[in-house]
Nanobody
Framework: QLRLVESGGGLVQPGGSLRLSCAAS????????MGWFRQAPGKEREGLSC????????DYAASVKGRFTISRDSAKNAVHLQIDSLKPEDTAVYYC??????????????????WGQGTQVTVSS
């Protein structure tokens, strides 16, 4: 059973940066396609970025391309999301997700089978 735990969220001023981490246990991140999502109050869960199982390809939502960077850390069995130039509209709970044994990845929430509990990101001055 794959377990995912997000960390790194917090309160940050507009223009700042955060690095979110998703630590996996029960399996390795190298054996799964991984994704990052967020959900703001009253809104649907939004796909942000994903990385394929072998790490050869990534995908980003148009709304975050150029500001968000996904990466895989096999040594720490984790996936990270670097967020730069934060805006108030980035305020949300951020979730990581996994789909084991699948090579490609997707920005669709329906596609993933495992989810973390989320970490809150608040962007405010």
């Amino acid at each position: 059973q794959l377990r995912l735990v997000e960390s790194g969220g917090g309160l940050v001023q507009p223009g700042g940066s955060l690095r979110l981490s998703c630590a996996a246990s029960g399996s390795t991140v190298d054996s799964s396609a991984m994704g990052w999502f967020r959900q703001a109050p009253g809104k649907e869960r939004e796909g942000l970025s994903c990385i394929s199982r072998r790490g050869g390809s990534t995908d980003y939502a148009a709304s975050v391309k150029g500001r968000f960077t996904i990466s895989r850390d096999s040594a720490k069995n984790a996936v990270h999301l670097q967020i730069d130039s934060l805006k108030p509209e980035d305020t949300a709970v951020y979730y990581c997700s996994a789909r084991p044994t699948w090579d490609s990845c997707s920005l669709g929430a329906y596609w993933y089978t495992y989810w973390g509990q989320g970490t809150q990101v608040t962007v405010s001055s």
